[in-house]
């Protein structure tokens, strides 16, 4: 088959180039124009949007709106000002209330959720004042017309007299306790204003043009502020989004840098320009073709796949190595180029096949993970192999039969090939210590690695200290609120078998009467498609179905619900939030904790004027409503953020700084146990209220504590077929047997170097071992293949593998030189997952080498028998030679 492909491939070689530019065409179509392109570098990428977890963060989210939507400004005052909020200043204040008035009008934003000094409530005015510092226009206008006269006058011991207003207003937003941390820092240095995107602009895609307005616009508040106050952008979607230019920018220098260093090595290994740009040609088809099926099919470059360019091109050169390589000892024997191509063809193609198919098998195991980003990553990249494999083993024997190099083999690459022979006959003469040193080897890095690696993972892992938005992002976590939240959704339980249409109808103290709307029943499926989905524009369609279809509703009857301002239930959540804060064990990873029960206690202590015991929920639910009524009129959006209008559900907040996922995996049975002490084990409150523990970042951390067995799975998932493959292609199990433990090699040295470099297996590295397992045995089924079909033609097992070493082993050599130096170029990555793929790729790439050089050979001659009378069959029939019996 392989002899009748090679045969036909070069008779019809013209069609060949005419079908594959047609083919070329097609696939990179979805490309063009480039801004068709599509990125997601958000967390809904990371995780299988299913299940009853899904469910639960779907109906969070419909209810609290996007959690992982938030994002801000940070103004950061360079020097205290005492006795008043440095960050409060008239210059400041000018600066927020321009980047108000910019967002108010975006379709973007969810207004309602917007909060900031400017607009925030003065639960001390009578009535409640809302927009306290936003009210003192005139001194907003001077500080906006000489900014450095209003800086002046704030950092003076006395404030002018028109200032004088406007310091006790910002005088009294510093007593709220519910706006310490969230607006202004403890000191009074820093301040933030906030804004979430809507559920209608839930996908990246559709926030890519605000932010990087929005971020130009921060820049230009920082140039009018001066050196005297920083400005900073932060939240989720600000490093998503920071994740996606990096990503952008990586693609454009990395695979044109790859592609230079592989052109330079190819040039120096095979001294021919035709021998190095047909090859390149040949691998660069194969990435286009990867990159359009991937978007042809709506798969965005995500966080991970915007490797899958490189590592194509890298993975598809080492093949082409070892087809040039042959092409060239043909035309040594004095064959003309398209004789040569025919016998390369001929010789390599089952190999090829191998050591893609392989290659794919190691990237598709990862389908198993849990993390749907790791899976779609390995489908989409074994997917890629296959394809490069189609354009080496197709259009590089016909591009080589046109215009392949006509120069024998170099001097230089005879001292190489005399080389490797001297070194066969040391591996032969000391296979059995080898042998020993390998196993050793092996049993040695899994013990290590197993015992010190470490898993976790951190939001901001993947760029580095330097960066802006790290930069940024460090600063809010450390001076006022950390941006990754977990929250807690409490649902009130309904009475069985009661209807109502007033809450009087229940009979119980502490329900209210909910009378489910059927137009919002019906679309409710809708809607948390829609949330799942991230469709634009999708939320405003169905409010105005929802709005149409109600004014022909008939009214029927409700359901009794427990409202959520039960005083018990208040006080049981925050409690529970200020034991975390007490635990030394929590309080460390939590900042704030956040709740209704903050806002009933500011409103409460504001509405008596800080009289003693005022600092507490109220004792009864019709008193919790009483101090509710003025925010309800005079602030709903503030109420809204902990609570539904109906009072059903509300939300237990925790914002914990980015210590890593290991963070969470203390502070969740911790909440968990704190709500079970102070919820499930009180009997009315277990009778009237559920509670689950959900959120984005919650959904995440699961996902991510999934990593050890998801590797593991990936693994024995690629192990065991990538072998028997191998057994069947050959035909024998020894064979299959004996490619183990020099494969195995390069994965247990990565696993123990990663722990002793303290490289935490996290998502982006824990793929490396399935990439590893998959590329490992390029070399060493070329080499087998090599060896087999050296017995063939009679050699004893020692004399073929000498004549193996020679002809097989410069290619093994340059092949993994180029592999190594073309991962290496990742280096330039301002990614930290990046940049650690590209050394540890190279590392494990090194380390199959040296497996393949040095445990091979001793495995053959020691588990293959190393007698003359073994039989094993040939690459391309599959029959055994009794060679040297």
């Known amino acids: 088959m392989a002899r009748l492909y090679a045969k036909l491939l070069i008779k019809y070689r013209l069609l060949v180039l005419l079908g594959a530019a047609a083919f070329t065409v097609l696939m990179i179509s979805p490309m063009i124009p480039l801004e068709n392109v599509r990125f997601d570098f958000s967390f809904r990428r990371l995780f299988r949007f299913e299940g009853e977890d899904a469910e639960l963060l779907a109906r969070f989210k419909d209810r609290f709106g996007d959690d992982a939507g938030a994002f801000g400004v940070l103004y950061v005052a360079a020097d205290a000002v005492p006795g008043r909020a440095a960050a409060l200043s008239p210059d400041i204040a000018a600066s927020m209330r321009r980047i108000e008035a910019w967002v108010a009008d975006r379709p973007e934003i969810e207004q309602a959720h917007s909060l900031s000094p400017l607009t925030a409530t003065d639960f001390y005015s009578e009535p409640l004042l809302v927009a306290a510092l936003k ?35 910002a005088s009294s937003l510093m007593r709220h306790d519910l706006y310490r941390g969230m607006l202004l820092s403890s000191d009074g240095t820093a301040g933030a204003t906030h804004f979430r995107f809507n559920m209608d602009h839930v996908h990246p895609s559709s926030r890519r043009g605000f932010l990087a307005a929005f971020d130009d616009v921060v820049k230009q508040e920082q140039e009018r502020l001066g050196g005297r106050v920083t400005a900073h952008l932060f939240g989720v979607p600000v490093v998503t989004e920071e994740y996606t230019r990096l990503s952008i920018k990586d693609i454009v220098q990395t695979a044109p840098l790859s592609t230079g260093v592989m052109a330079i090595l190819l040039l120096v290994f095979l001294r021919s320009l035709a021998g190095v740009l047909m090859p390149l040609v040949a691998v660069m088809l194969g990435v286009l073709w990867s990159i359009g099926l991937m978007q042809a099919t709506d798969e965005p470059i995500n966080i991970l796949n915007h490797l899958v360019p490189v590592m194509v091109l890298v993975l598809g050169i080492s093949d082409s190595v070892h087809l040039v390589h042959r092409f060239m000892e043909e035309r040594g024997k004095g064959k003309s180029r398209k004789d040569a191509a025919e016998e390369m063809a001929w010789a390599m193609s089952r190999a090829c096949f191998l050591t893609n198919f392989t290659n ?114 460090k600063a809010v976590q450390d001076r006022l609120t950390p941006v990754m939240e977990h929250d807690v959704l409490v649902e009130g339980k309904t009475i069985a078998g009661v209807d109502c249409l007033t809450d009087s109808d229940c009979g119980k103290e502490g329900f209210s009467c ?41 009214q029927v009857q409700g ?84 609570a539904t209008p109906d009072y059903n559900t509300t939300r237990l907040s925790l914002f914990l700084l980015d210590h890593g996922s290991t963070a969470w995996d203390v502070v969740r049975p911790a909440i968990e146990k704190e709500l079970e002490q102070r919820m499930d084990r009180d009997p009315e409150l277990a009778e009237r209220f559920t509670h689950a523990i959900t959120g984005t970042m919650t959904y995440v951390e699961k996902a991510l504590s999934f990593i050890i067995s998801d590797l593991m799975s990936s693994i024995v998932t690629a192990f065991i077929p990538i072998f028997l493959i191998i ?61 087999t079909e050296e017995v063939r033609k009679g050699l004893s097992p020692e004399d073929a593998i000498v004549t193996t070493m020679r002809h097989a082993g410069p290619a093994m050599l340059v092949a993994t030189t180029i592999l190594c130096a073309g991962f290496l170029t990742n280096l330039v990555s301002e990614f930290v997952a990046l940049k650690q793929f590209g050394y540890l790729a190279s590392y494990t790439m090194a380390m199959a080498l040296v497996g393949d050089l040095f445990l091979t050979v001793p495995n053959i001659l020691i588990l293959g028998g190393g007698a003359t009378n073994s039989r094993i069959p040939s690459p391309q029939t599959g029959e055994g030679n009794a060679g040297g019996r």
């Not at 080897?441 to 901001?460: F, K, P």
């Not at 208040?570 to 029960?597: C, F, M, Q, W, Y």
């Not at 292609?729 to 722990?755: D, E, H, K, Q, W």
């Open 727 to 787: 057994a069947l292609l050959f035909r024998s199990l020894r064979v299959g047997f004996l490619t183990i433990m020099p494969n195995t090699l390069p994965l247990a040295t990565t696993l123990a170097f990663m722990a002793l470099a303290g490289i935490n297996l996290r998502v982006s590295t824990m793929i490396i071992f399935s990439v590893s397992l998959g590329i490992a045995v390029n070399d060493t089924i070329h080499f087998v293949a090599r060896y």
């Open 559 to 642: 359901t009794c619900v427990a409202s959520v301002k039960s005083p018990r239930l208040l006080n049981a959540l925050e409690e529970a939030g200020k034991a975390i804060l007490d635990n030394p064990e929590t309080s460390v990873h939590v900042r704030r904790v956040d709740s209704l029960a903050a806002v009933v206690r500011q409103m409460h202590r504001g509405m008596k004027k800080d009289a003693p015991g005022s600092d507490r929920v109220p004792d009864t639910t019709e008193a919790v409503s009483q101090v509710l009524m003025p925010l309800e009129s005079g602030a709903p959006d503030l109420v809204e953020r902990y």
């Open 135 to 169: 009210a003192h226009n005139d001194v907003l206008d001077r500080a906006e017309t000489n900014p450095e006269e209003a800086a002046e006058a704030w950092a003076a011991p006395d404030l002018p007299d028109w200032l004088a207003e406007y310091g006790r207003t």
């Open 360 to 473: 794919g098998i190691g990237f598709a195991s990862l389908v198993t993970a849990t993390i749907a980003t790791v899976a779609s990553f390995g489908v989409y990249t074994g997917i890629a192999c296959m394809l490069t494999f189609l354009a080496n083993i197709a259009l590089l024997p016909v591009a080589l039969s046109y215009f392949g190099p006509s120069k024998a083999p170099s001097r230089s690459s005879v001292w190489l090939e005399n080389g490797m022979e001297a070194f066969a006959r040391f591996l032969i003469r000391f296979k059995v210590p080898l042998f020993v040193g390998g196993l050793a080897a092996n049993v040695a890095g899994i013990a290590v690695g197993a015992w010190l690696i470490a898993v976790d993972s951190h939001l901001l892992e993947e760029v580095p200290p330097e960066n802006r938005v790290y930069q940024a992002t």
């Open 514 to 554: 909910h009378r489910e709307d059927r137009v919002v029943a019906a679309l409710a499926p809708y809607r948390d498609a829609v949330v799942k989905l991230g469709v634009p524009g999708g939320m405003d369609v169905l409010s105005k179905l929802e709005e149409r279809l109600q004014s022909g509703a008939r």
